[in-house]
């Protein structure tokens, strides 16, 4: 009687285990061969190329910051700038803005031209970097910055920063800390004046 | 020989009275049911009839005059819990009547003060139901944290991890109701998924010495459990409702049981917290605000020989993360550490915005168990989990609504084990455990996975033993071997891969290649040890000694292996390390305690030297197109933990109490002869408590808290800041001044009709709205912690 109960309780413990081992490998094998989806990252910019003209006509020089592994990736943006400026000139600055991770390279500027309501560049200067001020606008009339000019004093070493904030609050006073948003470049370029 | 001729007369006494069909005799055996020794002098009594008869020596006795049919008897031994059966009464019956004497075992309600311990020599704390009460709108981490030893790494006040002896995260085990939580604690700001109103017993071990629960409890265990459920008819309940003044908010908890004497019960519960923006002595935390619900069942049939039940909980928690906390790049963290207020500070609300996080957790178990005389008892358990959580970044566009991390992690377990407990001097315990758990990173976030997909099985084997050589001391031992695989399926950004340095040793195992991430495929087997082996000795003058050794192995978390980007709720690159291997802890700790009613106390000294320990720090900075990161890396090294746990009471006149308590561990990485980061500061707390029965059982109770300054902590970082344009110290390290905080707790017992009574608490933390920050608190960069909390609870017990 006593073994017979025994067995019958074993038996049973059995079948609980059985099944619920069943029910692992069950589920363990079911997602095994799965692989997971590839992600790029959306909107992502890679390379800022900024474009100074002389406003009376002359040669541009470009500046440049390309980060090629994006944000997110350890390599350091590579900044170049391709020549010097001409002290005491104002330049029509133009910013293209482009996805290098993609092949062929998604533009993004066009992105950030239609939104123009929920971006803002924010210019800083210093040294022989001069003011700048705003050559576009959005439909609500406030600053973008996708087109700008900036002047520069006299000969000597600058800096010129730019930082591209999303979704920044419109209008604000100009500063970065009032417009809050999420940044989505920040960059400065030392430059020479001659 | 007297019992017998009683019987014997009794049975010729009453032959006359009784019809020839009831003349059936039914003898009866008592014996243990451990040992199956015969129990002499147990009272049988008939359950129709009253009429009692008792055993002999023998554990025999003998009713006579019985018809046929069934009788219920109850079987009472003073030395065992008593029995009701039912017997078939067919014809002259013999029956065996075991007993159970090992009464803590039973699972009926125990007077206050019985708790007894889990292991034999383990340094071992439990906090009780009304102790966890008086922190029903809390967290369970703050409740710990009245243990001495345990601390808290925060982010908030509402994310509290708790610390064992300087030691958190993946290194303690956290038990809800015997099923080991898997709930993500890798991360720093992952605080348990446990609803502290779920639970009516919270205990602590300090260290790996329970090894039945895992071999990798390096820092120690956490065992939250239910209250015993009685073996009788009965219905009961409770209803806390807690208001809150710092955070403007409060909680409700309900818990409702009914049990039946032949053992069945059904338990119910359910908790909603709700709190705003909390406060500092000056000013509001914006977006600190939190919303929680939890419920409960258990149900099941428990009776001694055996029983099943079946448990299922939920938990769903929704955390605002200090908006200042959210900083975009390392110049924005200068700033934000060199002024003394957060940046934004709005004006209060409950409503939780970004960031936040967003955590689910389910947890069900079905356990089985069942007796074996004269052999033990075996345990049969299968438990089932799923924790998804949400991690929500200020994000804008068409992303705003979007987490910027869901992980989803479901954890099946299977485990068996044996206890061998009929012989009382020596015992055994033996288990296997089986577990499956699979992580899954929704692409739909479009942030890259901080952490990959993957598959984790893992395999148990333990045994343990106590062996009580003398009356007054039991030496303990056990060993345990456990194999863990991890396969996962990770994407890299070819520069990171080439940063990591990940080509040359991890070449074989990129499945995929794409133009500019690799897919791999880590594999990573784990074979781990555990021992441990230790003894108690009790002295005549009620002291007690306590010594343990525990070896433990734990292998590496997901996160320490394979983080791998900006993890915004934290605003730093987490690099993890493939090459991270399992840390190896030998821990050697002590327990020497003297408790009376007049006055007790309690030393407990440990040492732990683990080799191969983890720990993530901040290294450097991260450039890239959208600024400078800060980054923090794990590396391993060896490290040697020592410390203290020292607490005193004093019982002066009937009315008040004194206690004291102190708490030092220190750190160091031994290999690079530098402090280890985030070790507890040194701790005092001193308290004085006020009693009276006769005035509606006051209580009164005044804390006071003093926390040092952490004097050891590795050298702040040096960093390039893009607005500076030259490298800058890093204030990232340094840890704020000591503080003294005054905490005062009171409460009063009004009894109602039919004996429910109502509790009334008063608690006020932070008495005197004292300015502070915490060392293991992350916000403090950003922010002070807490100003004063005025909390008051009723508590109706029905």
């Known amino acids: 009687m006593k073994t017979i109960k025994l067995n019958s309780t074993i038996m049973n413990i059995k079948k609980i285990s059985t099944l619920a081992l069943i029910g692992l490998f069950f589920i363990a094998c079911s997602n095994d061969d799965d692989k997971p989806d590839l992600l790029n990252e959306e909107e992502v910019i890679t390379t800022m190329t900024v474009t100074l003209t002389p406003a009376s006509g002359g040669d541009a020089i470009i500046l440049e910051s390309r980060d090629i592994d994006g944000p997110n990736g350890p390599k350091e943006p590579v900044r170049t700038v391709s020549g010097n400026l001409q002290a005491n000139t104002s330049y029509n600055g133009s910013i293209v803005l482009l996805n290098e991770t993609e092949s062929p390279a998604e533009d993004i500027t066009e992105e950030v031209a239609e939104k123009d309501k929920e971006h803002q560049f924010f210019f800083s200067s210093e040294g022989s970097i001069g003011t700048t001020t705003y050559a576009d606008e959005d439909g609500d009339g406030n600053p973008v910055g996708l087109k700008f000019t900036v002047a520069t004093t006299d000969a000597g070493e600058g ?11 419109k209008p604000n006073n100009g500063t970065l800390e009032d417009a809050g948003g999420s940044t989505d470049i920040a960059q400065t370029f030392d430059i020479t004046i001659e | 020989m007297r019992n017998t001729l009683i019987v014997l007369c009794i049975m010729v006494f009453q032959s006359v009275f009784y019809s020839q069909e009831c003349n059936n005799i039914l003898i009866g055996e008592v014996i243990d049911f451990h040992n199956k020794k015969p129990l002499a002098d147990a009272i049988i009594q008939i359950k129709s009839n009253d009429k009692s008869f008792y055993s002999d020596n023998l554990g025999k006795f003998t009713i006579t005059n019985l018809c046929n049919g069934t009788i219920e008897l109850e079987v009472y031994h003073p030395d065992c819990s008593t029995r009701f059966i039912t017997i078939d009464i067919k014809g002259n019956t013999y029956k065996k009547i075991t007993l159970e004497h090992h009464l803590e075992e039973l699972e009926e309600v125990k007077v206050t003060g019985s708790i007894l311990d889990k292991t034999n020599s383990a340094q071992e704390t ?19 944290k009245q243990i001495n030893g345990v601390s808290s790494l925060n982010t ?13 995260g993946s290194r303690i085990l956290i038990l809800n109701n015997g099923v080991r939580m898997q709930d993500m604690e890798w991360g720093d700001e992952h605080a348990p998924n446990i609803d502290i109103n779920a639970t009516n017993q919270a205990r602590v071990v ?42 403007r908010g409060g909680s409700i908890s309900s818990e409702l049981t009914k049990t039946y004497k032949n053992g069945y019960y059904i338990k119910g519960q359910a908790s909603y917290k709700k709190l705003g923006d909390v406060e500092t002595p000056n000013y509001i935390l914006s977006n600190t605000g939190v919303s929680q619900y939890g419920a409960s069942l258990d149900l099941g049939k428990l009776t001694f020989e055996k029983g099943w039940s079946a448990y299922y909980s939920y938990f769903n928690t929704t955390i605002g993360i200090l908006k200042s906390s959210h900083i975009g790049n390392v110049d924005d963290l200068i700033t934000a550490i060199n002024s003394s207020e957060p940046r934004i500070a709005n004006s209060f609300t409950y409503t939780i915005s970004n960031p936040r996080q967003k955590v689910r957790h389910h947890l069900g178990k079905l356990k089985y168990h069942r007796r074996f005389e004269g052999l033990g008892k075996l345990n049969v358990q299968y438990d089932l989990q799923q924790n998804q959580r949400y991690e929500y970044d200020t994000r804008v566009g068409k992303d705003e609504g979007k987490a910027s991390l869901d992980l989803k992690l479901t954890t099946q377990t299977l485990s068996v084990d044996f206890k061998l407990d009929a012989n009382e001097s020596k015992k055994y315990l033996f288990g296997l455990l089986g577990r499956y758990q699979e992580n899954f990173a929704n692409p739909d976030t479009g942030v890259r996975r ?62 995929e290649d794409f133009p500019t991430q690799l897919l791999a495929n880590p594999i990573f087997k784990y074979h781990n040890f555990s021992g441990t082996v230790g003894f108690q000795y009790y002295f005549k003058n009620e002291n007690q000694f306590r010594f343990n050794y525990a070896l433990s192995q734990r292998i590496p978390n997901p996160s320490e292996l394979f983080s791998d980007g900006l993890h915004h709720s934290a605003a730093r690159i987490e690099l993890g390390d493939l090459r991270i291997k399992s840390e190896t802890s030998h821990r050697f700790s002590s327990s020497i305690n003297k408790k009376n009613d007049k006055w007790g106390y309690e030393f407990l000294p440990f040492i732990n030297f683990i080799s191969g320990y983890i720990l993530l720090e901040p290294t450097g900075v991260e450039l890239s197109i959208r600024g400078a990161f800060p980054v923090s890396e794990y590396r391993q090294t060896d490290a040697r933990l020592i410390g203290l746990d020292a607490s005193l009471y004093s019982i002066w006149t009937t009315n008040l109490r004194t206690d004291h308590k102190f708490s030092i561990v220190k750190g160091k990485d031994v290999k690079n002869n530098i402090p280890l980061i985030n070790i507890p500061p040194v701790r005092l707390q001193n308290g004085i408590t006020f009693s009276k029965k006769e005035w509606l059982n006051l209580n009164i109770e005044l804390q006071s808290e003093y926390v040092f300054r952490q004097n050891e902590y590795p050298d702040n970082i040096y960093v390039y800041s893009p607005q500076q344009k030259q490298e800058v110290e890093l204030d990232i390290n340094t840890p704020p001044n000591s503080y003294q905080l005054l905490k005062l707790d009171s409460e009063i017992k009004l009894p109602l009709k039919n004996k429910n009574t109502l509790t009334v608490g008063l608690g006020i933390s932070n008495l005197l709205n004292t300015t502070y920050r915490d060392y293991l608190n992350r916000l403090r960069l950003f922010s002070d912690d807490l100003g004063r909390n005025l909390t008051i609870r009723l508590k109706l017990n029905y």
């Open chain 2, 450 to 511: 901080l952490i990959p997909d993957y598959d984790k099985f893992d395999f148990g084997i333990f045994a343990t033993t106590e062996y009580k050589f003398l009356d007054n001391g039991t030496i303990d031992a056990g060993i345990r071997y456990d194999f863990s695989k991890i396969d996962a399926q990770k994407y890299y950004k070819k520069s990171r891969w080439e940063e990591r340095n990940y080509s040359t040793d991890f070449s074989g195992i990129i499945i």
């Open chain 1, 159 to 169: 800096k010129l920063g730019i930082t591209l904030r999303h979704e920044p609050k």
């Open chain 2, 156 to 168: 908030g006040s509402n994310i509290v991890k708790p610390i064992i002896q300087g030691l958190g």
């Open chain 2, 206 to 247: 300090k260290g790996a010495a329970a090894l039945q629960y895992g071999g990798d409890a390096i820092g120690g265990i956490i065992l939250l459990e239910q209250n015993k459920i009685p073996k009788k008819d009965s219905i009961y309940g409770k209803t806390i409702l807690n208001g809150v003044s710092n955070g």
């Open chain 2, 126 to 144: 439990v906090l009780k139901s009304e102790e966890l009460e008086s922190y029903s709108s809390s967290t369970l981490g703050d409740a710990l």
